[in-house]
């Protein structure tokens, strides 16, 4: 981290949109490129009355799945993007609650949530709750970052990455950050 801090200067994330249109994105943007994700998303939000940057459980409730389908959405996601607004909408997500909640507690009541798995919900940790001290081992960016930064470029187990992340607590989120900048100088951004 020395080194990483002085080459990078100091990073900012900012928080976007609200926690159900993040979550939103998130699902529509798995498995496909970055460029496919926007394109599929712009589709999918045309479709809803509300501004892309703040969509409505009850608006993605409203939509026939046929029609969600049309804007290039599987099946699969479609039923996942259903799921997440259904949680939302019924109150079982603690919304107003998460400030409060421990990381853990909230990575538990997202992934109840059918096509959100541990690294989206980390993801959402750093990336709209800014969360600092979140370590996503699940990350293939940070595995390669430490075995580049820290291993010489051998690879690096789940293990051995928690070992050298316990040194960046209480900020292992901005660690990752700056392990992710060393392997890529755009800014990680989601």
């Not at 709209?128 to 430490?146: A, T, Y």
Request: avoid cysteine; hydrophobic fraction near 45%; charged fraction near 25%.
């Amino acid at each position: 981290m020395r080194k990483l801090i002085p080459q990078f200067g100091e990073g900012r994330l900012q928080s976007r949109g609200d926690a159900f249109t993040t979550l939103a994105r998130s699902i529509v943007g798995q498995q496909i490129s970055v460029k496919a994700a926007q394109s599929v998303w712009e589709r999918f939000a045309a479709l809803l009355p509300e501004a892309s940057h703040r969509l409505k459980p009850a608006s993605v409730l409203a939509l026939a799945t046929a029609d969600a389908r049309g804007a290039g959405l599987s099946a699969r996601k479609v039923e996942y993007l259903f799921d997440l607004a259904q949680h939302f909408e019924s109150g079982s997500v603690h919304v107003r609650q998460w400030q409060q909640m421990d990381d853990e507690a909230i990575i538990e009541e997202l992934v109840a949530i059918r096509g959100i798995g541990r690294w989206t919900a980390e993801m959402f940790l750093i990336f709209h709750l800014m969360r600092p001290n979140v370590l996503p081992l699940d990350d293939l960016g940070l595995l390669k970052g430490i075995s580049v930064n820290y291993f010489s470029g051998e690879p690096v187990s789940r293990a051995e990455a928690r070992e050298v992340g316990e040194a960046w607590a209480p900020y292992r989120s901005v660690a990752t950050w700056y392990l992710w900048r060393s392997l890529d100088p755009l800014p990680v951004d989601y």
